[in-house]
């Protein structure tokens, strides 16, 4: 689709949910600095662009492009953080094929979300490569893209202590750890769509991912023996940190005045609150212990959490909407995270060299959950998988206070720095990055 003298022109497919968007954005940025005579069309729902396009600069060449969300008309979000989800995915090819149409343009390129197996065809039918980007780690790739041979292994709802000592790096993790859909619900909509991107990804120009090659060598090396075009190009927080990471409730301020490796900070990322009864359990446990905390909260505390709590524990604790994420777990005084391992997190909190407290809720967050505890050897599963208050307590106290807690520490920072080396001039997601370059220029 080459065009003499005419810019080039790359349409680029969101997945508008939790933080898919935010990353695939930061690398279409990235991508638009680095060659500059492209265009991006950015089709994401009005919804999502809308929180992502106001943010600041940078934008330039990147013209954000509506999709339809689904919704029937009059919806209202319930408890089932999932739902839009589902109404999405029904519209989903259609409402992207209708939006490119609609914009009248001929592109050069197709650049999407991997879980978008349909854009392989599109790409067909455009006569352009397709670039896939995946946005969580190298583990839950592989699951993907080796479901049917799992499938073939360990049956469909076998037990779920049963490891897959088949799959390479794979020993200490167990059937019940991998992402719902692989060997168990198999029939969701969900599974489907990530059964269909395991068998298309290998077909794929290139796939990216927000990882970097050093943090599990035994797993990315199985992955690029089955994607011929993997480029490990991340932490791309590092490359292409978001514009939104301004500090207006003061946390920074307040980690200064507490001492080095001291504060438990907790959040659950964008899409899960634990249940009013989980809630209660941490807050109980954080009350009692000596810690002191930072919490990232969803919704009204008072609310949801324990009558006068806030009032008992305003000295030691500072609960916000929303904190600056990636500066905070890089804050010295932090010293654990108590989070639900959505892949961002995980990278962010090994950026910051802290050991983790996991409670693991859906998707891929088990898989994390477990290499974390069992692979990496740098954080703890909440004991019985939920907050209780005792649990909770024991596992602050492992990670603050113990001998155990400071290797852990010792051995996040080891993993801090192979990602730092990665993003270096000469570190191998650069090196995957500028790969990434000189084929998009090559169009
Ligand atoms: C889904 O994950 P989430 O969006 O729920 O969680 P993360 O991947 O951990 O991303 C949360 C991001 O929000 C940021 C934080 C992360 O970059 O720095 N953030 C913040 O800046 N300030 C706050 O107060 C709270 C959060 C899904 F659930 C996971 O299973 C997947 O791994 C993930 C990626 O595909 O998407």
Redesign the pocket.
Known sequence: AHRENAQKHIAVFAFPF???A??LLSLVRKLSESVPDVNFSFFNTPQSNQSLFTKGNGFERIEPRSVDNGLPEGFRIGRNPHEPVEYFLKATPGNYKSAVEESGLTFDGLITDALYWFAKEMAEEMRVPWVTYF???PRPLLVHVDTDNIRSCMGINGPEDETLEFLPGFSAIRSGDLPEGTVSGVDSPFATLLHKMGQILPHASAVAMNSFEEIDPIVVQALKSRLPNLLNIGPF?LKSPPP??SDIHGCLEWLDQRPTSSVAYI??????TPSPHELKALAEALEACEFPFLW?FRGNVEEMLPEGFLERTKEKGLI???????TVLAHPSVGVFV????????T?SIIGGVPMICRA?????KL?QRTVEAVWEFGVTIEGGKFTKNGTMKALKVILSSEKGKLMREKIGVLKQLALEAVDTDGSSTANFNFLVEFITKL
Request: charged content about 5%; aromatic content about 12%; overall charge negative.
């Open positions: 939790a933080t898919h935010v990353p946005t969580a780690g927080i939104c990471g959040s659950f990322g964008s899409v899960i990232s916000v909407p929303w904190v600056p994420q990636l989070t639900h391992c959505g892949w961002n997190s995980v962010e809720f859906f998707g891929e967050q994390n």
